[in-house]
Each structure stands twice: as C-alpha cells, then as structure tokens.
C-alpha cells in the first residue's frame, strides 16, 4: 500500500518507518525541518521517501495524520483534496498544553475531523497507546499474544484498510464499533498516558483484552 504520514513526529515517524519496514511504500511529511523528514525517510529505508503533504495525500491509500489539534487544519489545507482517501487519525483533540481534551462527552476528534474533510472516510486508530511502545509491539509480533488495539469508524472498507495496519505493527486490532466511539476512546488515551508516563514501569505500555467464560 501506499501510505502517506501527515505529521512526522513521534507517531508518524515511528508509524511511517515501522509500515515502510513492513513492505509498504511510505511518504513523511510536515515537521519544521526537511532535514528530518529526509533523514526519516533514509533510515526507513526500502520505499520510504520525504514530501509536502500534498505529496504524501497524492496516490495514497491510507493517510495517516499524527499533529497536535492545533495543527490539524493546516495540515489538511497544504494536503488538498482528500475526498474518497482513507484517513487514519492518531491525533487527540488536545488543549495547547496537552493537559486536558478539549472536544469530549458529546463529541471527539475524530468526529470533528469527519466532519472537516466530509469526503475522507476517517478510522480513528493508533492514538491509544504511547509511541514509545510502537517499535517494542512490531519487534514482538511473531509472539503468539499481541497488544489489543481499539479502533473506529463508520467506513467498512476504510475499517478493514486499518485493521490490517494495525496487524503490521504488531497488534491485535478490536473493532470498537462506529466513528462515534472515539468518544471513549480518546479518554481512554488519558489513563494510558497516565499509566504510562506517571506510572513506574516507564512508557513502553500497551494493553490487551482478554475475554473469559465460554
Ligand atoms: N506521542 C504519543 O505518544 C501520542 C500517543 C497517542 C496519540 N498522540 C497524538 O498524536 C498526535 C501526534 O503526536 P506526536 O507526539 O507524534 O506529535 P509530535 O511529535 O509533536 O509530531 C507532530 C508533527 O507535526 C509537526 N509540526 C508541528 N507544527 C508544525 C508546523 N507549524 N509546520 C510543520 N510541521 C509542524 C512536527 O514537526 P517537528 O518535527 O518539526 O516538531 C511533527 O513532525 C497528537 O495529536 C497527539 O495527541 C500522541
């Protein structure tokens, strides 16, 4: 597949470089320095390569958007037309300094980005776990039990696009339902990141779920 990374930084470039390693062809975009994305781009290797994200959107199957919420629209204004691409979102509707949701109860993100770019199908995805995890996950994934990985979203085929990247990096993907969803989801992120950067056993955390009875 080809993928396109809207936002290079700790999720997109960790992401990016693990599906370039995976086989996919990969194109980063947007961070500040183009020296970065370069370099992201050398170290993944195989079919990676650095672009604007006008790039990265042009042939894509997947996108994958990883900024700050107060970058998400500009980040989508230099992408262009994103009517009918698969958009994966990480990104948490964060206040500017990152201590409180400021979309949630009766909305998230990921709704409100759906309703930005009305013709992208959106799957809200990867934004659960820390990025310090990610290569952990995809360097265990021939392990017999792999991390849970909740997503959502109202598209089936754009759902099954996602599933299988998730499968790439390593985790056992849960369908959580709709796009609406993400209601829980995004909070949910807060717990982790609380268990993860507050917590003793460092940040490398994921989760899994375990049903019981028969
Ligand atoms: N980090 C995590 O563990 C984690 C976990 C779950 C969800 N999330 C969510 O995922 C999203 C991405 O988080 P992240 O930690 O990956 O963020 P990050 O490391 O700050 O990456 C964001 C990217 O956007 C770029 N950027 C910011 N301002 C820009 C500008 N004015 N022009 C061009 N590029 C710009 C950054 O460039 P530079 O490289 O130049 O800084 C960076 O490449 C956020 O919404 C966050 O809430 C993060």
Not at 17 to 31: D, L, M
Not at 119 to 130: C, D, E, I, N, Q
Request: glycine share 10%; net charge positive.
């Amino acid at each position: 597949m080809r993928i396109g990374i809207l936002g290079s930084g700790l999720m997109g470039g960790k992401l990016g470089t693990i599906w370039a390693r995976a086989g996919h062809e990969v194109v980063f975009s947007y961070t500040r320095s183009e020296q970065k994305l370069q370099k992201l781009a050398r170290d993944a290797k195989r079919k990676a390569r650095s672009g604007t994200p006008r790039e990265a959107a042009q042939d894509a199957d997947a996108l994958l958007l990883a900024v700050h919420w107060s970058r998400v629209d500009d980040v989508l204004q230099q992408a262009g037309d994103l009517s009918g691409k698969v958009i994966v979102t990480c990104s948490l509707p964060m206040n500017a300094d990152d201590t409180g949701l400021v979309i949630a109860h009766t909305s998230s993100g990921a709704e409100e980005l759906a309703k930005r770019v009305r013709k992208a199908r959106v799957v809200s995805a990867f934004g659960t776990v820390p990025s310090e995890v990610l290569f952990g996950v995809f360097a265990a994934r021939r392990k017999a039990r792999r991390p849970s990985l909740v997503y959502c979203g109202d598209d089936t085929r754009s759902k099954k696009v996602a599933a299988g990247l998730i499968r790439d990096v390593g985790f056992d993907p849960v369908d959580a339902g709709p796009l609406r969803i993400a209601r829980y989801t995004e909070p949910f992120t807060l717990l982790v990141a609380q268990l993860a950067y507050e917590g003793d056993g460092g940040p490398e955390l994921a989760y899994r779920f375990e049903r019981f009875g028969t």
